[in-house]
T-cell receptor
Framework: NAGVTQTPKFQVLKTGQSMTLQCAQD?????MYWYRQDPGMGLRLIYY???????DKGEVPNGYNVSRLNKREFSLRLESAAPSQTSVYFC????????????FGPGTRLTVT | AQSVTQLDSQVPVFEEAPVELRCNYS??????LFWYVQYPNQGLQLLLK??????LVKGINGFEAEFNKSQTSFHLRKPSVHISDTAEYFC??????????FGKGTRLSVIA
């Protein structure tokens, strides 16, 4: 099993450009999450999908959109990138039952100039 | 809303010395507590979790944590650290089936 995979690993964008970060899991998990990690801020939840067909905002959703394409895939889209969105983005998944651990992907390092 | 406070942003410690990484949470109801570790340029992986039962929880790589409800704390300990333990450690809290809320992290540096 590959676990949680993310593409791309690195990306540089100019202000105003758009892009989609891809995430896929092969563990048959119901729930998926997108976080951003900034120095000294820990991980902050952007959006999550408790189950296929549902999405909910997290702590910092502004400037982002998500799509739960199917049970395996959960993408994060930046419509008009801003320098404040320079960050490392992590996707995670979990079984989605009452209490269970989240499994994380390796991350995407995004720089917006 | 849940919140997690990791009291130290950086902890330097000599190899083979003991270490404690502190974590406090705010909640008046039952919560579930986790510690994750992030090695350089990697994602997070679970060290240990407290769901219920014994307040002393043992995890991977010789780490353990103690849940203290009266002090709302969940401190992480290891009796003897190795160079390979150098990493960032995150405490996280979950209430019910809501997403995890993470602390800001503690960077552990083990000095040879």
């Amino acid at each position: 099993n590959a676990g949680v995979t993310q593409t791309p690993k690195f990306q540089v964008l100019k202000t105003g450009q758009s892009m989609t970060l891809q995430c896929a899991q092969d563990m048959n998990h119901n729930s998926m999450y997108w976080y951003r990690q900034d120095p000294g801020m820990g991980l902050r939840l952007i959006y999550y999908s408790a189950s296929e067909g549902t999405t909910d905002k997290g702590e910092v959703p502004n400037g982002y959109n998500v799509s739960r394409l199917n049970k395996r895939e959960f993408s994060l889209r930046l419509e008009s990138a801003a320098p404040s969105q320079t960050s490392v983005y992590f996707c995670a998944s979990s079984r989605g039952e009452t209490i269970n651990e989240q499994y994380f992907g390796p991350g995407t390092r995004l720089t917006v100039t | 809303a849940q919140s997690v406070t990791q009291l130290d942003s950086q902890v330097p410690v000599f190899e083979e010395a003991p270490v404690e990484l502190r974590c406090n949470y705010s909640s008046s109801v039952s919560v579930y507590l986790f510690w994750y570790v992030q090695y350089p340029n990697q994602g997070l992986q679970l060290l240990l979790k407290y769901l219920s039962g014994s307040t002393l929880v043992k995890g991977i790589n010789g780490f353990e944590a103690e849940f203290n409800k009266s002090q709302t704390s969940f401190h992480l300990r290891k009796p003897s650290v190795h160079i390979s333990d150098t990493a960032e450690y995150f405490c996280a809290v979950m209430k019910g089936n809501t997403p995890l809320v993470f602390g800001k992290g503690t960077r552990l540096s083990v000095i040879a």
